[in-house]
C-alpha cells in the first residue's frame, strides 16, 4: 500500500518570498509518479507539477519547483516570489506507473500574507 | 475550467436519505473517477468507470454505488446516509490510452453533501 505524509498543517508566507512544503511518502514501487495539487477556495484542484520517479531531473513550472528525493522518499513544493493568488491548500500525490487512483496526503494549508 | 461537469454544486440532506450525484467527463475522456473530501483529508479515491465497466474499486462503502452510462456520464449514488458522509464529492475523467505510463486525470468542482 502507498501513503502520503504532509507533516505540516498549516504554513504562511510573506508575498514576494519564498516557501517550501513538504511531503514524504512510502511504496514499494519503483516506477511512480508524484504531483502537487492546489485547491483554492473556489475547491478546485489544479495540477501544480508533476514528477516521474525515474528522472532524476527535479520538475519546474514557472515560480514553481520541487526537490525530489527518491532515496529518502521525499518530494517538496518550493514556491518563489509567492503571491497572494497562492494562497490555497496543496496536496501531494502518488500514483504508480500504469495507475489508476491516486493517493494524497491531508494537504498544507498555506496563506500568503500581504 | 477543467471539461468536467458535477450536479449538484451542493446537496443538503437528512439521515438516512439516498442522494444522487452525476459527473460528465471532459468530450473524448471515457474514464471516470470517484473521489471523497471529508473534512482536513486529502481526496480518498472511491471508485473507477471505464467506457461502462468498472475497472478499479477503493475505499467505497457497500452503501455507496457508481455506474456509467452509454453517453458516458457517472453518477454515484449515496444510501442510508450518515453524518459522517458529509464531504466534498469530486469527480475526474481521462482518456485512458491502452498502455500509457500515467493517463492525466481532469478533476471536477466538486459536490458538497451535508447530511444533517
Known amino acids: 500500500a502507498q501513503t502520503v505524509t504532509q507533516s505540516q498543517p498549516e504554513m504562511s508566507v510573506q508575498e514576494a518570498e519564498t516557501v517550501t512544503l513538504s511531503c514524504t511518502y512510502d511504496t514499494s514501487e519503483s516506477n511512480y509518479y508524484l504531483f502537487w495539487y492546489k485547491q483554492p477556495p473556489s475547491r478546485q484542484m489544479i495540477l501544480v507539477i508533476r514528477q516521474e520517479a525515474y528522472k532524476q531531473q527535479n520538475a519546474t513550472e514557472n515560480r514553481f519547483s520541487v526537490n525530489f528525493q527518491k532515496a529518502a522518499k521525499s518530494f517538496s513544493l518550493k514556491i518563489s516570489d509567492s503571491q497572494l493568488g497562492d494562497t490555497a491548500m496543496y496536496f501531494c500525490a502518488f500514483m504508480k506507473r500504469g495507475g489508476n487512483q491516486f493517493y494524497f496526503g491531508t494537504g498544507t494549508s498555506l496563506t500568503v500574507i500581504p | 475550467d477543467s471539461g468536467v461537469t458535477q450536479t449538484p454544486k451542493h446537496l443538503i440532506t437528512a439521515t438516512g436519505q439516498r442522494v444522487t450525484l452525476r459527473c460528465s467527463p471532459r468530450?473524448?475522456?471515457?474514464?471516470v473517477y470517484w473521489y471523497q473530501q471529508s473534512l482536513d483529508q486529502g481526496l480518498q479515491f472511491l471508485i473507477q468507470y471505464y467506457n461502462g465497466e468498472e475497472r478499479a474499486k477503493g475505499n467505497i462503502l457497500e452503501r455507496f454505488s457508481a455506474q456509467q452510462f452509454p453517453d458516458l456520464h457517472s453518477e454515484l449514488n449515496l444510501s442510508s446516509l450518515e453524518l459522517g458522509d458529509s464531504a466534498l464529492y469530486f469527480c475526474?475523467?481521462?482518456?485512458?490510452?491502452?498502455?500509457?505510463?500515467?493517463?492525466?486525470?481532469?478533476f471536477g468542482p466538486g459536490t458538497r453533501l451535508t447530511v444533517l
Open positions: 468530450s473524448g475522456d471515457l474514464s
Open positions: 475526474a475523467s481521462s482518456v485512458e490510452v491502452g498502455g500509457a505510463w500515467y493517463n492525466e486525470q481532469f
